[in-house]
């Protein structure tokens, strides 16, 4: 299991900004399948197909928290007449719903399913 097979998941999900680079998301992948499999159930197969499932939630909710915090993400903006306004925290509330959803449904392979375990 690599944190490509979590980006492949991941694209499922979300499609990265091309500014935000490739490095940056592979290593938001890497940290996710990391945490994943730290929290698995010893007898779960390192090839479970679940663990990138499970790691590409976890992955979408970094990316939606750094997005965050990311000052170079433009929250407004004004063209001529035209102004758009952004609210981040809608996208973290969805990233954090899907998150505990895709972890709940694979539960069963970690070792603690209580709340404190879903804390990344």
Do not use: H
């Not at 490509?4 to 399948?33: F, H, N, R």
């Not at 590409?56 to 928290?65: E, I, K, M, P």
């Not at 969805?94 to 709340?115: C, M, N, P, Y």
């Amino acid at each position: 299991m690599t944190s490509s097979d979590v980006y492949s998941q991941l694209l499922l999900i979300v499609t990265p900004e091309e500014s935000e680079g490739t490095d940056k998301i592979l290593s938001l992948c890497d940290s996710a399948l990391d945490w994943v499999m730290r929290k698995k159930l010893p007898e779960i197969s390192d090839d479970d197909s679940r663990i990138p499932y499970a790691a590409a939630a976890v992955a979408y909710y970094n990316y939606a928290l750094s997005r965050l915090t990311d000052s170079n993400d433009p929250r407004n903006f004004k063209a001529g007449d035209v102004s758009v306004k952004k609210d981040i925290r809608e996208d973290l509330l969805v990233a954090e719903k899907l998150k505990a959803s895709r972890l709940a449904e694979v539960s069963d392979i970690f070792t603690d399913t209580q709340f404190g375990a879903w804390n990344v």
